[in-house]
């Protein structure tokens, strides 16, 4: 008897284990159907979002709720959201491990790569792990279809993406260099 009603206590204790996690965790598994479970995606247009910076998070975030940066869907998700709960999703995603998701590249598309993102060392570092300031995303392993992806955006000048210098940047490489480049980050395990 004693063992059944043990047994029966645990069973309770695990389902209602998801009814004690706080706020910040319940809104952050939205987040986790796309941009995988602690912010580590499975890819290959979805970010990993897990151990970026903060203030970089929430920036981003406060940018595609105020429809200042481009958005196909991320604008509607966070209508909603008050800059509280931003906040504190950001600082939830900056507290998670950046785990580099490390993809293959051809060795020349790697070396054109780096030769095409000397530009980008001065913010992201020589292998996009690490960047200068604690508003500046890591990339080394991020999806390099995201990141073509991304880098697309700022070098057309009708979509809205507000950081000048990442524009102006884009705009410089050449179009061959701009999967190369993405190329070269995602194959940079640090």
Known sequence: MRSKLLFALAALGCLAQPALAGP???LARTCNACHGVNGVSVGPSMPSIGGLPEAHLKNVMLQWKTDERYSATMGRHFKGYTEAELSALATYY????WVPVVQKADDKVV???KGATERCETCHGATGGQPDDDETPRLNGQWAKYMEMELMKYRTESVKMPHKKMRGNAKKLADEDVPASAQFYAAQPK
């Open 111 to 113: 070396a054109q790569g």
């Open 24 to 26: 910040t965790e319940d």
């Open 94 to 97: 900056a507290k998670m491990p």
